[in-house]
T-cell receptor, first 113, second 119 residues
Framework: GQQVMQIPQYQHVQEGEDFTTYCNSSTTLSNIQWYKQRPGGHPVFLIQ?????EVKKQKRLTFQFGEAKKNSSLHITATQTTDVGTYFCAGLNSGGSNYKLTFGKGTLLTVNP | NAGVMQNPRHLVRRRGQEARLRCSPMKGHSHVYWYRQLPEEGLKFMVY????????ESGMPKERFSAEFPKEGPSILRIQQVVRGDSAAYFC?????????????????FGSGTRLTVV
């Protein structure tokens, strides 16, 4: 079955440093979504990428979708303490259902002030 | 404009008891999706329901788990004879139409979840 791998599992940075998490799917995706989950909270949708090679920015966050639509990355510039949380990528299998998202295990980001 | 509402937020059950988790979708939404999150894991799809219909339950364990979404009232995820391995966070999401559209920038809106602890 489809698998989505995410690395690193944990990342601890000093406030102001950059952060990147990577996502790789075993199969081609029709889309990739990113969610953020604060400790004790629920996943909150951040963004969706659909096109091959797509790049989207949200303030200090930059999201990329690979040319082969099998990998993605999230980069945060100059982290702040408010960025703390677990970042998940999730995708729909190309040619599969339009509702069964497969999630990676997430990257837990902690930020030292 | 209430979001997806789940209750209870926390539920403690002894082994062998039943757990009933409730999910009220957003107003106007007739599609509900349940996901389970084990400790330090990502979310895993369990079941997709429309009003009075189970569309896809391929992610549900074959035994002890059931789900419903009646014509009136919330969607219910029911776990009978709970075991320690059922301890997890259970999230639901809802949508007005089936699934995710790739022509928009909308993802799932999840409820706050129910954290089930089996002791």
């Amino acid at each position: 079955g489809q698998q989505v791998m995410q690395i690193p599992q944990y990342q601890h940075v000093q406030e102001g440093e950059d952060f990147t998490t990577y996502c790789n799917s075993s199969t081609t995706l029709s889309n990739i979504q990113w969610y953020k989950q604060r400790p004790g909270g629920h996943p909150v949708f951040l963004i969706q990428l659909v096109k091959s090679g797509e790049v989207k920015k949200q303030k200090r966050l930059t999201f990329q979708f690979g040319e082969a639509k099998k990998n993605s990355s999230l980069h945060i510039t100059a982290t702040q303490t408010t960025d703390v949380g677990t970042y998940f990528c999730a995708g729909l299998n190309s040619g599969g259902s339009n509702y069964k998202l497969t999630f990676g295990k997430g990257t837990l980001l902690t930020v030292n002030p | 404009n209430a979001g997806v509402m789940q209750n209870p937020r926390h539920l403690v059950r002894r082994r062998g008891q039943e757990a009933r988790l409730r999910c009220s979708p957003m107003k106007g939404h007739s599609h509900v999706y349940w996901y389970r999150q084990l400790p330090e894991e990502g979310l895993k799809f369990m079941v997709y329901l429309q009003k009075e219909n189970i569309i896809d339950e391929s992610g549900m364990p074959k035994e002890r788990f059931s789900a419903e979404f009646p014509k009136e009232g919330p969607s219910i995820l029911r776990i009978q004879q709970v075991v320690r391995g059922d301890s997890a966070a259970y999230f639901c999401a809802s949508s007005p139409r089936s699934g995710i559209r790739t022509d928009t920038n909308y993802g799932y809106t999840f409820g706050s979840g129910t954290r089930l602890t089996v002791v």
